[in-house]
C-alpha cells in the first residue's frame, strides 16, 4: 500500500553458491543483500526456508540477493510470501508460472498470516489485468473474496503455509531434499571432489571443495509479483 492505495510490483531474487570453506579457512562467508525490501524480514525468511523445506537446506552456503524493480521500497510483512517464492525458484532453477501473484506474512513456523488491505490489494490487481492466479494467506475472508464479481479474472488461491504456496507455485521440488555429491579423496588425504578437477564448489564436472550439491543451484533469475504493502 502507499497510503490507502495498493500498489503491483515486481520483486526478484537471486541464489548462488558461495565457495566458503569455513573449516579449512578459506572463502568468503554467503552474502545477503536486500534492496528495497526489509532485510530484517529478508534474513529471517532465508532461515524459515532453510529450516521449513527440505530442499532449501542449502541457503546456508549461498549468496542470496533481492530487490524491488525499479528502485521501489515497500517495506511490510505483506512482501514475505514473495520473496520468499522469488528466492526459492532461483535456489531450486524452479521457473514461475507466468501471470502470478502472491501476498502474505511468513511467520517464523512457516505458516501465512493475513495481511491488512487484503480486498484493495486484489482489486488492484485485477484491474490492471497483469496476473491471473493470486496466491494468498487462507484467512477468514477470502473464500467470500474468491465470489466477488469484481475478481472474477482472478484465481485466488488460499494457502495456509509456505510450503503450500511453494508447492502451487514451483510444484514438489521443494520437498525433496539436495543430493549430495559423492567424493574421492586424494593418495595423500585431500579432497578432490567429484568428477572434477578440485577446489571451488561448481555443478557437474567443476570439482567440488566441501559441500558441493548436485546442480548448479541459483543460476536463474526468477521474480514474483505482489501487491505492495504499506
Given at each position: 500500500?502507499?497510503?490507502?492505495?495498493?500498489?503491483?510490483?515486481?520483486?526478484?531474487?537471486?541464489?548462488?553458491?558461495?565457495?566458503?570453506?569455513?573449516?579449512?579457512?578459506?572463502?568468503?562467508?554467503?552474502?545477503?543483500?536486500?534492496?528495497?525490501?526489509?532485510?530484517?524480514?529478508?534474513?529471517?525468511?532465508?532461515?524459515?526456508?532453510?529450516?521449513?523445506?527440505?530442499?532449501?537446506?542449502?541457503?546456508?552456503?549461498?549468496?542470496?540477493?533481492?530487490?524491488?524493480?525499479?528502485?521501489?521500497?515497500?517495506k511490510e510483512p505483506?512482501?514475505?510470501?514473495?520473496?520468499?517464492?522469488?528466492?526459492?525458484?532461483?535456489?531450486?532453477?524452479?521457473?514461475?508460472?507466468?501471470?502470478?501473484?502472491?501476498?502474505?506474512?511468513?511467520?517464523?513456523?512457516?505458516?501465512?498470516?493475513?495481511?491488512?488491505?487484503?480486498?484493495?490489494?486484489?482489486?488492484?490487481?485485477?484491474?490492471?489485468?497483469?496476473?491471473?492466479?493470486?496466491?494468498?494467506?487462507?484467512?477468514?475472508?477470502?473464500?467470500k473474496l474468491a465470489?466477488?464479481?469484481?475478481?472474477?479474472?482472478?484465481?485466488?488461491?488460499?494457502?495456509?503455509?509456505?510450503?503450500?504456496?511453494?508447492?502451487?507455485?514451483?510444484?514438489?521440488?521443494?520437498?525433496?531434499?539436495?543430493?549430495?555429491?559423492?567424493r574421492r579423496r586424494?593418495?595423500?588425504?585431500?579432497?578432490?571432489?567429484?568428477?572434477?578437477?578440485?577446489?571451488?564448489?561448481?555443478?557437474?564436472?567443476?570439482?567440488?571443495?566441501?559441500?558441493?550439491?548436485?546442480?548448479?543451484?541459483?543460476?536463474?533469475?526468477?521474480?514474483?509479483?505482489?501487491?505492495?504493502?504499506?
Open positions: 500500500m502507499v497510503g490507502n492505495r495498493a500498489v503491483v510490483m515486481e520483486l526478484q531474487a537471486m541464489v548462488s553458491r558461495a565457495a566458503y570453506n569455513p573449516g579449512a579457512g578459506g572463502g568468503a562467508p554467503p552474502v545477503r543483500s536486500a534492496a528495497g525490501v526489509s532485510r530484517e524480514r529478508f534474513t529471517q525468511l532465508t532461515h524459515v526456508l532453510a529450516k521449513a523445506l527440505p530442499a532449501c537446506g542449502q541457503l546456508g552456503v549461498c549468496h542470496v540477493y533481492c530487490t524491488v524493480v525499479r528502485g521501489a521500497s515497500f505483506a512482501a514475505d510470501l514473495p520473496m520468499a517464492i522469488a528466492i526459492a525458484a532461483s535456489l531450486l532453477d524452479a521457473p514461475l508460472p507466468p501471470r502470478l501473484a502472491a501476498v502474505g506474512e511468513v511467520d517464523l513456523a512457516g505458516r501465512l498470516r493475513g495481511v491488512g488491505s487484503l480486498e484493495a490489494r486484489l482489486l488492484e490487481v485485477a484491474a490492471l489485468g497483469c496476473c491471473e492466479r493470486v496466491l494468498v494467506p487462507a484467512v477468514e475472508g477470502v473464500k465470489c466477488d464479481a469484481r475478481l472474477a479474472s482472478l484465481e485466488l488461491v488460499p494457502c495456509a503455509t509456505l510450503r503450500d504456496a511453494l508447492v502451487h507455485a514451483i510444484g514438489t521440488v521443494v520437498d525433496k531434499p539436495p543430493e549430495r555429491r559423492r586424494q593418495p595423500g588425504g585431500g579432497d578432490m571432489g567429484d568428477d572434477g578437477d578440485g577446489g571451488g564448489m561448481g555443478g557437474d564436472g567443476d570439482g567440488g571443495d566441501d559441500l558441493g550439491f548436485t546442480g548448479s543451484g541459483g543460476r536463474g533469475l526468477w521474480s514474483s509479483e505482489w501487491a505492495a504493502g504499506r
